[in-house]
């Protein structure tokens, strides 16, 4: 069974800087892929950036460029570096992973069987 705890998140204004990350306890397979998601009031649960097991990276539009996703395979531990924050970034950031080699964004949440409770991120 896998577990995934969030932490790092916070409040920072616009412009600023946070980097999350997620400890992963349990068993992934060889090929998996892991994804950072977020949830804002009224709105759907969004992929953001997801890395696959052999480090290849995929990003949203809306973070392009400003957020990096990472891992640290020593230390069993994905990153969320989010820099040049917006108001809009603000959300409930969750860390998610699933079996296999598939790891597009629009996979969607349903995707992904394994969640973190996750972190508040707000930017003002």
């Known amino acids: 069974h896998v577990q995934l705890v969030e932490s790092g998140g916070g409040s920072v204004q616009t412009g600023g800087s946070l980097k999350l990350s997620c400890a992963v306890s349990?068993?992934?397979?060889?090929?998996?892929?892991m994804g950072w998601f977020r949830q804002s009031p009224g709105n759907q649960r969004e992929g953001i950036a997801a890395?696959?097991?052999?480090?290849?990276?995929r990003y949203a539009d809306s973070v392009k460029g400003r957020f990096a996703i990472s891992k640290d395979n020593a230390n069993d531990t994905l990153y969320l570096q989010m820099n040049s924050l917006k108001p809009e970034d603000t959300a409930m950031y969750y860390c998610?992973?699933?079996?296999?080699?598939?790891?597009?964004?629009?996979?969607?949440?349903?995707?992904?069987?394994?969640w973190g409770q996750g972190t508040q991120v707000t930017v003002s």
């Open positions: 998610a992973a699933r079996q296999g080699s598939g790891c597009a964004l629009t996979i969607g949440p349903d995707g992904f069987p394994y």
């Open positions: 349990g068993y992934l397979y060889a090929q998996y892929c």
């Open positions: 890395i696959v097991s052999d480090s290849r990276t």
